[in-house]
């Protein structure tokens, strides 16, 4: 391989690299603009929580299941003292 080559290689994968770091940058700053958006929203019938609903503004994500263990840390979270 020539030297124009070799030093040719060499500044694509540097260009690689800084737009692999950029892209990456720039997904976890759009999850973190995402998760702040996030509430959780108790479901109760006849005094028990039946679900929870991950909302993100008015738009609902996800239903978790109580009893499942993120969903026992969400409710480990808002318990008050009585």
Same mark, same amino acid.
């Given at each position: 391989?020539? %030297?124009? $080559?070799?030093?040719?290689? @060499?500044?694509?994968?540097?260009? !690689?690299? *800084?737009?692999?770091?950029?892209? #990456? =940058?720039?997904?976890? %700053?759009? $999850?973190?603009?995402?998760? @702040?958006?996030?509430?959780?929203? !108790?479901? *109760?019938?006849?005094?028990?929580? #039946? =679900? ?17 263990? *993120? ?12």
């Amino acid at each position: 391989m020539s %030297e124009n $080559a070799t030093v040719a290689a @060499e500044e694509t994968a540097v260009e !690689a690299t *800084e737009n692999t770091t950029e892209n #990456t =940058a720039e997904t976890t %700053e759009t $999850a973190a603009e995402n998760t @702040e958006d996030l509430s959780y929203h !108790a479901v *109760e019938k006849d005094g028990s929580v #039946t =679900a929870i609903w991950e909302m993100q503004g008015q738009k609902h994500i996800r239903t978790i299941d109580p009893r499942s263990n *993120e969903g026992k840390q969400i409710l480990a979270l808002f318990e008050t003292a009585a």
